[in-house]
């Protein structure tokens, strides 16, 4: 065999190498399939263990998310405790990644050596501010003591993330949003919080209309939100001997990241690299090696919310106070420009190294397209950087029902409809209605309301069934039979 049949042979050998190493880069949602799988189907326990297996790996940049995700798992499975310190633990770790990332110059310098996966990784802005959700939502669930401090820390993260965003213009000096800032709707779950926690104490019904007429503003679908602020006007929170139950509901599928090869910049790097073979003296190889970047994936919705049964008797339909997953897409959408420059920016520097070094060493035929096989096999060996907090909900909903004192039957089941609170239904058996579609089994479980007081009931339906269980604020300890 000549000199030339073995170089070929050796071509057709790597090529064939980088293809199999190209196919098995696998991104962090595909490494963690599995957990949202089984949290899905609702195996709490399976996709614990998954948790812990991927924990003590300690891969960079994954055990906050990883965490993230067992906060949710606790929460769903009546532990809101245990949730509230893992979301503690993260946020904190969040905000110090973020201060020191405005002078770490060296991560950003080596993700332009490798990819976007090396840089410490500080929550998407929509997980930045859905921490904060979720550490209100499970402090109301077992103490309700700081609930309040955390629902304003949404709306203040919320301002700090679109106050960064703020840039001058240099002809009149006049402030300007950033595009990625004015893409970012504000989180209605934030003012609602408060002002049902506000309503509660009897006192400054000034803030708790002015949070109401917030949530209007924010979410204008949100029915309840119109209700709340006309009961707000009145200074009036329930009649005399009854209590207030809110239902909150993590319903549906939430939004996750996959990786997906831009099929247009691949397409225009084969052409920059073809053009380079014919203008230049040394031989220089197509580039097929894909570029990857990650998309945000929401998957289809099969529950539009949740039907809430007392006693037997249809009471309320859930409605959206935060839609997860809308959020989501179109902060991605926003930063995607971003994240395709930087694939460009690592592309040409990489394609510069190889091309400088086979220039420098005075390369000879063989050793130039080991080089080039080198370089392709570089950038094919990078990954999309798809870490997200991938146990999300699609939506948040919510309603809002006052009972009499004492123990009463709550059952919850997911329902094919959505209709305003305002509809002839009010008081019937949903199931009885013609135009009513229960999509999964119902789930009950007895909940006691306290003369005055409200009571906080929190269930995952990211499926037609209940994942996890139904948590109520007043199981696991007496601040719900404290006086108001």
């Given amino acids: 065999m000549d000199l030339s049949s073995k170089g070929k042979l050796f071509l057709c050998l790597f090529t064939i190498g980088i293809l199999i190493v190209v196919g098995g880069c696998a991104s962090f949602g595909e490494r963690h399939l599995k957990i949202r799988n089984n949290f899905e189907q609702g195996n709490l326990e399976t996709a614990q263990k998954e948790i812990n297996k991927s924990l003590k790996k300690k891969r960079r940049g994954e055990t906050d998310l990883l965490k993230l995700n067992q906060s949710v798992i606790e ?20 905000d110090k990644i973020e201060r020191e990332r405005i002078t770490n110059t060296a991560e950003k310098a080596v ?6 996966n090396t840089v410490s990784y500080a929550g998407e802005d929509y997980e930045k501010v859905l921490i904060r959700v979720f ?33 001058k213009d240099p002809n009149n000096d006049q402030k300007t949003l950033n595009p990625k800032a004015e893409s970012y709707r504000q989180v209605a779950i934030g003012p609602y919080l408060i002002g049902v926690m506000q309503e509660e104490t009897l006192r400054n019904y000034d803030d708790v209309t002015k949070a109401f007429a917030t949530v209007c503003e924010w979410e204008p679908d949100f029915i309840q939100g119109q209700r709340d602020l006309e009961r707000a006007k009145t200074g009036f ?6 209590g207030v139950v809110y239902i909150f509901g993590l319903v549906g599928a939430g939004p996750y990241k996959l990786q997906q090869n831009c099929e247009v910049l691949q397409a225009s790097q084969f052409w920059i690299t073809a053009m380079l073979a014919m203008s230049g003296q040394r031989p220089v190889i197509p580039d097929l090696a894909p570029v990857m970047i990650p998309v945000v994936v929401r998957p289809r919705r099969t529950v539009p919310s949740l039907a809430v049964s007392i006693d037997g008797k249809w009471s309320a339909q859930t409605e959206t106070l935060t839609n997860i997953g809308r959020m989501a897409e179109e902060q991605f959408e926003a930063v995607k420009p971003q994240i395709i420059a930087r694939a460009v920016i690592r592309r040409a520097l990489k394609k510069g190294i190889v091309y400088g070094s086979k220039e420098a060493v005075d390369a000879n035929l063989w050793i130039s397209l080991a080089m080039e096989l080198g370089g392709i096999l570089w950038e094919a060996l990078e990954t999309a950087d798809t870490r997200c ?7 948040i909903q919510a309603a809002r029902i006052e009972l009499p004192a004492g123990e009463h039957r709550l059952s919850l089941q997911s329902s094919g409809r959505t209709f305003s609170l ?21 789930h009950s479980r007895t909940i006691r309301v306290n003369a005055g007081r409200n009571t ?15 948590v109520a604020s007043n199981e696991n300890d007496d601040y719900s039979r404290q006086e108001p």
């Fill in 75 to 94: 929460l769903c499975s009546g532990k809101p405790r245990e949730a509230e310190k893992l979301l503690r633990e993260v946020r904190d770790r969040f």
């Fill in 237 to 242: 929170h329930c009649a005399a001997g009854n």
């Fill in 422 to 442: 305002a509809g002839s239904l009010s008081g019937n058996d949903y199931r009885n209605s013609p135009d009513s579609t229960p999509l999964g089994s119902e």
């Fill in 389 to 395: 907090w991938n146990l999300l909900p699609a939506e």
């Fill in 135 to 167: 550490l209100a939502l499970s402090n109301l669930m077992y103490d309700g003591t700081d609930a309040p401090a955390y629902a304003l820390q949404i709306g203040l993260k919320q301002n700090e993330i679109i106050k960064n965003g703020t840039v």
């Fill in 456 to 470: 906080y009931i929190l269930a995952n339906f990211s499926g037609n069934t209940l994942i996890g269980e139904i």
């Fill in 111 to 116: 993700s332009m050596l490798v990819d976007d």
